[in-house]
């Protein structure tokens, strides 16, 4: 849903997800990492596996709410010393959930 509606805008994205075979998400995966691609969406599950040596922006949508699945997502970005960026978005009614972990 997320890549439709960033389409609607111009924005070129694919997705990775566990309905996509995984001869798919190794080719959008490695279109992503070669620059062909410039917005990679992957569900929670998708994102674990993701290995992007120059990550340098993460964007949380649709935030986990267990602190070691939200560390794990910021954690892509910046590696190995160099600098990283995460944004998350939070809404108004989740905002108090999130807080409590």
């Known amino acids: 849903k997320l890549v439709a509606q960033l389409e609607k805008r111009g924005?070129?994205?694919n997705a990775i997800h566990g309905d996509k075979s995984q001869a798919m998400r190794e080719k959008i995966l490695a279109?992503?990492?070669a620059g062909r691609l410039k917005y990679?969406?992957?569900t929670g599950v998708a994102a674990r596996g993701i290995d992007i040596g120059e990550l340098t922006r993460v964007v949380n949508y649709d935030l986990p709410?267990?602190?070691?699945?939200?560390?794990h997502r910021i954690g892509s970005t910046g590696r190995a010393g160099a600098a990283g960026e995460a944004v998350s978005?939070?809404?108004m009614?989740?905002?108090k959930k999130f807080m409590r972990h």
């Open 31 to 33: 279109d992503f990492k």
């Open 93 to 95: 009614g989740d905002f």
């Open 40 to 42: 990679l969406v992957a």
């Open 11 to 13: 924005i070129q994205a």
């Open 65 to 71: 709410f267990k602190p070691e699945d939200y560390i």
């Open 89 to 91: 978005f939070v809404a």
